[in-house]
Structure formats: structure tokens, C-alpha cells
């Protein structure tokens, strides 16, 4: 009779254990190992959903890597960099094009050959679009084919940022704008209407750019947590994300700007997503051991946690790729252990 019940008792922990490891939000499918020579600080990933492959800014290395998603691998990487801080590719011109903090410029490369673009090619006219020191930060109206990007601080004798816009069709550059505040954060984009909304981080505020005035139109003051720098957008729902370094995602309504509520994260954040059809949001931090929050959004601004995912030390920045039914996860190399990408299906 005991060796009976043990077993049952076995056999219901196990079909436990099982069901929750399919409740988790994401489980680890791969892990891709970098070259021993990419160490320290690693920024934003860059997708090429058609191609399968994925975008590393390693700006401590001064590189940017070329992952192959269905081999795993490591198949080129783009020398001769700053500080590339974040990447975006377009598929429909194969172009690549790489913010690097450092030269304060817009670098653009042929998303096959991984060569700098030159002015014969007919959709470009420049191989690299000059902004200021200190770019970061980006965001990309897909039907404009507009490119945002913010400069923090670029004059130290300023307490104030820019605000630019790139065309990446033909590499015209807009005016700048300046904010005051010398430390900027993430942004998001409306896509059915004409505002981006920007962490200034300097201010504790996000600030609300109107793109067809080119101007600020507003400043919503962040109180329910510190340092803000992550951002994602709900535009369905009228709810901005505001993720802050000190553990939390603030939630702002963007009809009125008036915050609801905090939700308690790992520190370090350096990432938001929002997945608009699931509606789920994946927090990226970069805490003593890293992680990766999940919370479900419901009706009325209920917000479940789905789970708490540990990554890696300082593993701080993430990408979703709903199309491909996976979320990715950069780890920095710590100690004797390689820096390398996680890569997470989406449960």
C-alpha cells in the first residue's frame, strides 16, 4: 500500500511539475554562446523577421553581431563602430542602419554584404546620416519610414537633449529639437495617430511630441517610480508602460496623462514589450541575477503576473518577435562565463 501511494503520489507531482512548466510565460528553447571576445556592455537588438535573423548592438565591443536564428549561430559581425547603441532593418530596401552613440551618426549597411552603403546606391543617398554625440534611443513609423532618435546631453555645458527625425528612404535629416533635460529614455509611437511619447529621464516626466507640429505638446510627471527609461504602448487601450530601474512598470492613461497604477518588477529594467494580440507585457531587468517579468493585461486595468523568468547577471535587454513566437534575451559575459543571447518561446 505505501509503495502504491508513492507512486500515485509521484505520478500526480510530476503531471504538476508538468503543468507548470506549460503555465510559465516563457520557456528557454536555445541558447546561442558569443565569442569569447564580446565582453561587457550589451545594448538593443535589431530583427529581420523574414530573414531569421537577429541584430546585437555590443557597444563595448565596438560591434554590431549577425545571428543566424535557424542555425543558432554567429554569422557575421559588423566592425569598426563607436558605440552602437540600436539597429533597425528594413526589409523591403535590405538596409541596415546602426545608431552609434559615439560619432553621433546614423550608419547604414547593405543588409547582405554588411558593407557601408555608398551615395551610387538609387534608395540612399548617404552611407551615414550625421546627428549628435550620445544618440541612443530609437523608434520607426513603418508607413512614414521615418526614424526617431534622441541625443542625451550632447553638449556638456547644456542641461538639455534633441529630438531628430532621419528619413531612411532618403537619408534627409529633419530639425532638431531640443528638450530640456540632459538624460532621455525609450520611446513609443502612436501608428493610428500623431504623437511619440519619450522617456526624459533627466525630469522624471515623459514628454508628448505632436510629429506634425514638431513640437511638445505636453509632460506627464512620473511619481510612482524612479528612473524612467523603458517604454511600451497599448494605443488599443489608451495605456502607456513606463518602465523604471527602480522596480517598476508605471501605467499612464494617455487620454488624460494621469498615472493609475505601479507594477512591481525586478530593478534594472531596460526593456518593455507589449504584445498587442496577447495583450502581454515582458519587462527585461538587469538585477543581481536578471530576469524577465510577465504580467497579462485584463479588463478595467487589471494586470496578472504571469511569472518571473531568471536570465543572467545584468541581462537587461530583451526583443519580441510575436511572428516567430519567441522572445530574446541578451546576457553580458560574467566571469568565466561567455556573454550569449537566451532565446524564450512564448507560452
Known amino acids: 500500500m505505501k509503495q502504491a501511494l508513492m507512486v500515485v503520489l509521484a505520478v500526480f507531482g510530476l503531471a504538476g511539475g508538468v503543468a507548470a512548466q506549460k503555465s510559465a510565460p516563457l520557456t528557454l528553447v536555445q541558447t546561442i554562446t558569443l565569442p569569447a571576445t564580446i565582453t561587457g556592455n550589451l545594448d538593443h537588438f535589431g ?5 531569421h535573423r537577429l541584430f546585437l ?5 565596438h560591434a554590431v553581431l549577425v545571428i543566424d536564428l535557424q542555425s543558432g549561430t554567429l554569422v557575421h559581425t559588423i566592425t569598426g563602430l563607436g558605440q552602437p547603441r540600436a ?11 546602426i545608431i552609434d552613440g559615439e560619432t553621433g551618426e546614423v550608419k547604414v549597411y547593405d543588409g547582405t554584404s554588411y558593407r557601408s552603403v555608398t551615395s551610387t546606391r538609387r534608395s540612399l543617398v548617404k552611407s551615414a546620416v550625421p546627428l549628435m554625440p550620445n544618440a541612443d534611443a530609437i523608434g520607426y513609423d513603418p508607413e512614414s519610414k521615418l526614424l526617431y532618435v534622441d541625443s542625451s546631453g550632447p553638449d556638456p555645458k547644456k542641461k538639455t537633449s534633441l529630438f531628430n527625425m532621419v528619413d531612411t528612404s532618403s537619408g534627409y535629416k529633419g530639425t532638431d529639437m531640443e528638450i530640456d533635460g540632459d538624460a532621455l529614455g525609450a520611446m513609443a509611437l502612436e501608428t493610428e495617430g500623431p504623437l511619440i511619447y519619450v522617456n526624459n529621464t533627466a525630469k522624471h516626466e515623459v514628454d508628448v511630441i505632436d510629429r506634425e507640429k514638431w513640437a511638445i505638446v505636453a509632460k506627464w510627471p512620473v511619481t510612482m517610480g524612479q528612473d524612467n527609461v523603458a517604454m511600451a504602448l497599448d494605443e488599443g487601450a489608451h495605456r502607456l508602460f513606463v518602465g523604471c530601474r527602480n522596480g517598476q512598470i508605471v501605467v499612464f492613461n494617455t487620454e488624460n496623462g494621469q498615472e493609475i497604477k505601479a507594477l512591481p518588477i525586478d530593478a534594472g529594467v531596460d526593456d518593455l514589450a507589449f504584445d498587442s494580440l496577447s495583450r502581454r507585457l515582458y519587462a527585461a531587468c538587469g538585477g543581481a541575477k536578471g530576469a524577465v517579468d ?17 536570465t543572467g547577471p545584468d541581462a537587461r535587454d530583451g526583443e519580441l518577435a510575436p511572428d516567430l513566437h519567441r522572445y530574446f534575451v541578451s546576457v553580458p559575459a560574467h566571469a568565466t562565463d561567455p556573454a550569449k543571447v537566451l532565446v524564450f518561446s512564448i507560452n
Not at 528594413?90 to 541596415?96: E, F, I, Q
Not at 510577465?294 to 531568471?310: A, R
Open 47 to 51: 530583427i529581420d523577421v523574414p530573414g
Open 57 to 61: 548592438a555590443a557597444d563595448a565591443a
Open 87 to 97: 539597429v533597425l532593418y528594413r526589409p523591403d530596401l535590405g538596409s541596415l542602419y
Open 294 to 310: 510577465v504580467y497579462q493585461e485584463g479588463e478595467g486595468d487589471q494586470f496578472k503576473s504571469l511569472g518571473h523568468v531568471t
